[in-house]
């Protein structure tokens, strides 16, 4: 199969989700069929540089923010249309701008579009002008619809038919399929009781980390590392001063993100919003680690809370700080109950393997005295089900409704 993958950046230009996602994406899917990558990073990654069958072309050099969109729109149809007889499929990642741009494609050269959302702000139709005026328009015109989690699909459902698009809801619902993001799986660590904190994503503001870092006032004796970067470094920088144990390590490519998991005991993903399938969740209860994440977007779906790792309400400090402060809570976590295995051995078959953890559940401290049990095999065989990506499977195996749909 000829696919084309529609997606703004790679790192290491930009080191989002998505971006990251794309490019792995990308250099397994070349393994089995011709890839082509329409993108504005000028960069390619190392891990697609002179790889067979992959070829990235970048399809705008504006950077202007009024003048990118319109140039990155005629750009991207220009290299599109030159290479239309190469491609099968579209596949775009995020609903505007690439998605805009593989519909119309898709409508002009008769290709079909599969349009992956990322995140709950694509739909975001009462805050963001550019998804109420362009997202239901792509939706409508997308042969098939992705999302990382059934939450991010009923959240999807929920707002198209508060902004009066009913009917599209349906449409959307018929055509809509669960695709979750795939990791690279490292080797097995050995189980670990450390309590380091690590956080690792974009220093943005709608990520969070500003209650992270209110949250560790409340825990002198915690360190937390941070790695990332983007526009909130100084200002968080300035409000982590006379918080002891707070190192920033700055920009970090992909590759290197599990030797900071080997030194951490604990993930925190504080977020506000504007999250899928966490890339960083994945990779840390791969690595059989603690994860304390906030209850938004598809999170919930990954992360049950006390089972295998702790939730708390976005924007709350006092919460990250304090784990749960409910005593009952604090006995589910240490003591799983009936319910809680049975929950297990459900998130085992859902996963498509139906073996038994193969190491046993072992119990870390928070910092805020809070006790999780970790099971690191029953991670590995979680995600083990997920290494080969669910994107390569839905668009390639014969078997695969879309591709009796698209071939």
């Known amino acids: ?95 505007v701008i690439d998605g805009l741009i593989a519909v119309i494609a898709g409508r002009w050269w008769s290709l079909p579009t599969l349009v992956w959302i990322r995140s709950e702000v694509e739909f975001d139709f009462v805050g963001s002008r550019q998804a109420r005026w362009l997202a239901p328009w792509v939706y409508r015109r997308a042969d098939r619809i992705a999302v990382q989690t059934a939450r991010l699909g009923e959240q999807l459902q929920v707002a198209l038919r508060s902004a009066g698009h009913a009917r599209l809801a349906d449409s959307v619902a018929a055509k809509s399929c669960v695709i979750g993001n795939g990791i690279e799986l490292a080797a097995p660590s050995a189980a670990s009781d450390r309590t380091e904190l690590l956080y690792v994503g974009r220093l943005a503001a709608d990520k969070g980390v500003i209650h992270l870092l209110e949250a560790m006032r409340c825990c002198p004796g915690a360190r937390l590392t941070i790695v990332g970067d983007g526009p909130e470094r100084e200002r968080l920088q300035a409000a982590a001063r006379g918080i002891a144990h707070i190192q920033f390590a700055g920009r970090t490519p992909p590759e290197q993100v599990p030797a900071w998991l080997a030194q951490a005991g604990i993930v925190v993903l504080p977020s506000l919003r504007n999250e899928g399938l966490p890339n960083v969740l994945l ?47 604090r006995r589910r976590v240490a003591r799983p109950t009936a319910s809680t295995r049975a929950q297990r051995c459900a998130g085992l078959c859902l996963a498509g393997d139906h073996r038994r953890p193969r190491k046993p559940s072992r119990r870390v401290d928070t910092p805020g005295g809070r006790r999780v049990n970790v099971s690191g095999g029953r991670a590995r065989d979680h995600h083990q089900a997920m290494e080969h990506h669910a994107q390569d499977r839905q668009l390639a195996e014969p078997s695969s409704p879309l591709h009796r749909q698209w071939c």
């Open 283 to 329: 990779e840390a209860m791969a690595a059989g680690l603690v994860v304390i994440a906030s209850r938004n977007a598809g999170i919930p779906d990954l992360v049950r809370d006390g089972e295998n790792g702790l939730l708390v309400e976005p924007g709350d400090s006092r919460a990250l700080a304090q784990g749960d402060p409910c005593g009952e809570c």
């Open 1 to 95: 199969m000829k696919i084309g993958i529609l997606v703004a950046g790679l790192p290491p230009e930009v080191l989002g989700g998505a971006e990251t996602q794309a490019m792995r994406a990308a250099a397994r899917l070349a393994e089995r069929h011709e890839v082509t990558m329409f993108t504005r990073s000028a960069t390619v990654p190392e891990s697609l540089r002179n790889r067979p069958r992959c070829l990235v072309v970048r399809r705008c050099t504006a950077r202007r923010r009024g003048l990118r969109f319109v140039a990155d729109l005629l750009g991207s149809l220009r290299a599109l249309a030159a290479r239309r007889h190469a491609l099968d499929v579209l596949v775009a990642y995020q609903s």
